[in-house]
């Protein structure tokens, strides 16, 4: 079983359980499916491609989890970095992880 197939079943089976918890606010399966799906497709028609690398720059939060779910859909390896990370250690790991895609905040 994969972390798709596994959202998947959770979301079908308890679509409104408590999967995560955000800054006081919870997040069913079916919201996080529903989520991870969205960035999936966002990631995808900006050209995201199975077998890429992209490396998540997030804090621990709702959109961290949604777009490592959302690259799990897609077949997409994810790189996390520590938000503490400057940029020239982000630069490092970026390129010696081969990544063409960041995710980061605005």
């Given amino acids: 079983m994969n972390f798709t197939s596994l959202l998947e079943r959770h979301a079908a089976e308890r679509p409104d359980a ?3 918890h ?28 199975p077998g890429d690398r992209l490396a998540l720059w997030l804090p621990n939060c709702t959109a961290w989890l949604a777009t490592f779910m959302a690259c799990a859909r897609l077949g997409v390896t994810v ?6 990370f400057r940029s020239g250690e982000v ?16």
């Avoid at 079916?30 to 969205?38: A, F, N, V």
């Fill in 18 to 20: 408590v999967a995560f």
């Fill in 22 to 49: 955000d800054a006081g606010r919870p997040l069913s399966y079916r919201e996080l499916r529903d989520e991870s799906r969205r960035v999936a497709s966002l990631l995808y028609a900006r050209g995201v491609m």
């Fill in 79 to 84: 790189i996390s970095m520590n938000t503490r």
């Fill in 91 to 106: 630069g490092d790991l970026v390129s010696r992880g081969r990544c063409r895609w960041l995710v980061m905040w605005p």
